[in-house]
């Protein structure tokens, strides 16, 4: 994405990766540390209407009937509100945006996972976020039995619709990812997400900074 000072980093992985500790991790290095302006968001939601789009996929009723086609217009619906309400706005000013899922997600889950073709994703995607591709995307990769376990011991609410899915779901999506991470190595870079959280943070830090800000 060719602006003048903003970036874009997107975060991907399976349920229970690590995400949400790794983005967390990097948001107060950022603003901390390096005094960066950083926003940080996701998907699906972000926005009033995405957060709405996103309860009616995670967590309404009437979502166990969804069909796959209608899964992948919802995402898009609310990763197109996203871009222009806030991510495009945001880089644009020169901010550091950090989303917690973007574009891959719906390759890997609606294109891959759930096996919708290619070319209807692809096209689907490419008119959601119009030219707004992310500088850099962190895939945290850990095996689908590593990923349903962690969510098995997570401390929170009844598991949406998305994490009660089966093994062999998430073995698809963690191939998906890494399928893609190995055709677009200059916009991936993948981590070993069953290591100890600290020493991912360090990992994910140090690409990032000779990615981006090495002439600092």
Not at 54 to 61: I, S, T, Y
Not at 166 to 184: D, I, P, Q, T
Not at 190 to 213: A, K, M, Q, T
Request: charged share 30%; with cysteine; proline share 4%.
């Amino acid at each position: 994405m060719s602006h003048e000072n903003g970036i874009l980093i997107s975060f991907e992985g399976s349920e229970g990766c690590g995400k949400s500790t790794q983005i967390r991790f990097l948001a107060d290095r950022l603003e901390d540390v390096d005094h960066r302006d950083v926003v940080v968001t996701r998907e699906p939601g972000g926005t009033i209407i995405g957060e709405d789009i996103r309860h009616l996929l995670m967590h309404a009723d009437s979502s166990q009937n969804i069909f796959p086609e209608t899964e992948l217009l919802l995402f898009a619906a609310s990763r197109a509100q996203l871009v222009r309400e806030l991510i495009l706005p945001a880089v644009t000013d020169g901010k550091i945006v950090l989303c917690d899922r973007f574009l891959d997600s719906t390759t890997v889950y609606q294109g891959v996972a759930r096996q919708i073709a290619d070319d209807p994703v692809t096209q689907i995607n490419s008119f959601a976020v119009g030219d707004v591709v992310p500088d850099l995307t962190v895939i945290l990769d850990i095996p689908a039995e590593v990923g349903l376990e962690r969510i098995k011991h997570r401390i929170s609410d009844m598991p949406d619709r998305m994490e009660q899915e089966n093994v062999e779901f998430y073995g698809k999506v963690r191939e998906g990812y890494l399928h893609l991470a190995r055709n677009l190595p200059e916009r991936f870079f993948v981590v070993d997400g069953e290591g100890e959280p600290e020493e991912i943070e360090i990992l994910i830090w140090n690409e990032i900074h000779s990615r981006f800000f090495n002439e600092d």
